[in-house]
């Protein structure tokens, strides 16, 4: 057999946890990327998608197990790789083609060469009559753009993209994916193959040859998928459909296990130490709101029409089934008793049942607790962000606490002072 391009060999990654405990996020994975090929990595969010990618680069080496590229052993950096950000990550002070140019700089170049390799990639990535520019002149699609033309501008045999197109519009994305293909398809390419991360399941099946999808806690490679579709895909095409509902059931089948245990509507005490969902409380009221009238509806057909990517929508499933609203046995949603009380509620009778079922989950029932326990009614923020990181190490306490306290005002629970940095009683 040939040997692949990059080899991961039983790779795990671990970072400091509280009290100086190990919190493993990826744990003995192993993958290859060949010859001209494009690996898209999908999963739910907190599987350490991005993690494995920074591994692969060589920005994060990993605690244990091996990278090689083309067979031999990768140590710091790797040259032949260049990476385009989620958050395009260009300097406000820099012009287009002096962003392009930064990775340039520790290439044997002299300045003709390097302007020359500049003009070039700002050309092939549409961006030509914009040298001058600076980002805040830029639209987010050309602000990506630019950042794809940094990474061209490097001539890297592994072209690494992580979300790359998540925070720009569905048709921008859409333009920016094709035009993506376009440059791995073309023979004067110096990419040789792609590694991208995402959470879109359609842009995952529109643009790679191969689909990794990973568990999460610690995060492991549960399959991997050949997909033969030539290029350019349809998205009607019934195989592309096929191929996104086996993905669909897989991913789904990791944020929502088969058999469950429905959260009850009402209990007696607070539940055990759970992160809740990421997600505006907004998002599990609506999806009750598309699902009036019906008693259930299937995960996939509820996804496509709402038009939220899977692994994000998975998330406002699990936030409605931690508020007692829906179950989800198999693969479908169903609404609860509570969820229909819920539905047909005024505004504040709504605010009502969600206070009250906020004090039987456990991140509400912390900061109530230290509310009354406090001789002021007043607790400091860094006092929650401490227990919150002692009781989730693999999550981040600061993205805990924004939805609590979002949450925690929509059923006036308590308050929060963003300037003081404390959360105090309604009756401070």
């Known amino acids: 057999m040939a040997t692949p391009l990059l080899e991961v ?82 300097f406000p002070w820099l012009t287009v083609q002096d962003n392009v140019a930064v990775g340039l700089s520790h290439l044997p170049l002299d300045d003709a060469q390097k302007a020359e390799r500049v003009g070039k990639v700002i050309a092939s990535v549409g961006l030509g009559g914009s040298e001058e520019a600076y980002p805040k002149e830029l639209s987010g699609g050309m602000k990506q753009r630019v950042g794809l033309a940094r990474a061209l ?16 519009d569905v048709l921008t994305s859409e333009t920016l994916r094709k035009e993506v293909i376009d440059i791995y398809t073309s023979k004067d390419s110096p990419v040789n193959s792609i590694l991208m991360v995402t959470h879109s399941i359609n842009e995952g099946v529109s643009m790679a040859t191969r689909l990794v999808v990973m568990g999460a806690h610690p995060g492991t490679i549960r399959t991997v998928l050949e997909n033969p579709l030539p290029f350019p895909r349809d998205e009607h095409d019934p195989e592309f459909l096929r191929l996104c509902q086996t993905l669909h059931a897989l991913i789904s089948q990791t944020v929502i296990p088969k058999g469950t245990v429905p959260t009850p509507a009402l209990v007696t005490r607070p539940l055990p130490p759970q992160a809740i969902p990421l997600v505006s409380l907004g998002t599990p009221i609506g999806l009750l709101e598309v699902m009036e009238g019906r008693e259930a509806m299937e995960l996939f057909e509820l996804s496509r029409r709402v038009h939220i990517d899977l692994t994000q929508f998975l998330l406002v499933v699990k936030a409605a089934e931690l508020l007692g609203w829906v179950t989800t046995p198999g693969d479908r949603v169903e609404l609860t008793a509570a969820g229909r009380t819920f539905l047909a509620a005024d505004i504040g009778t709504r605010k009502r049942l969600l206070n009250t079922r906020l004090r039987d989950i456990y991140v509400f029932d912390l900061v109530v607790r230290l509310l009354s326990e406090s001789p002021g009614n007043e607790v400091e923020q860094g006092v929650v962000l401490g227990e919150l990181a002692l009781t989730f190490p693999r999550e981040r306490p600061q993205r805990i606490l924004r939805i609590i306290v979002s949450w925690a005002r929509y059923a006036e629970l308590f308050k929060y002072d963003g300037t003081r940095k404390v959360f105090y009683g309604l009756h401070h």
Do not use: W
Not at 14 to 28: K, N, Q, R, Y
């Open 9 to 90: 060999r039983n790779v795990s990654q671990s970072f400091p946890g509280p009290g100086g405990t190990a919190v493993e996020i990826l744990h003995d994975i192993s993958l290859t990327i060949g010859e001209h090929e494009v690996v898209a990595i999908l999963g739910p969010s907190g599987c350490g998608k991005s993690t494995l990618l920074r591994a692969i680069i060589g920005l994060e080496p990993p605690k244990a197990g091996q990278i090689l590229y083309k067979g031999r052993l990768q140590e710091g950096l790797n040259p032949s790789t260049a990476l385009v950000f989620q958050n395009f990550a260009l």
């Open 153 to 168: 501008a490097v001539q890297p045999e592994i072209l690494c993209m992580d979300e790359p197109f998540s925070a720009l």
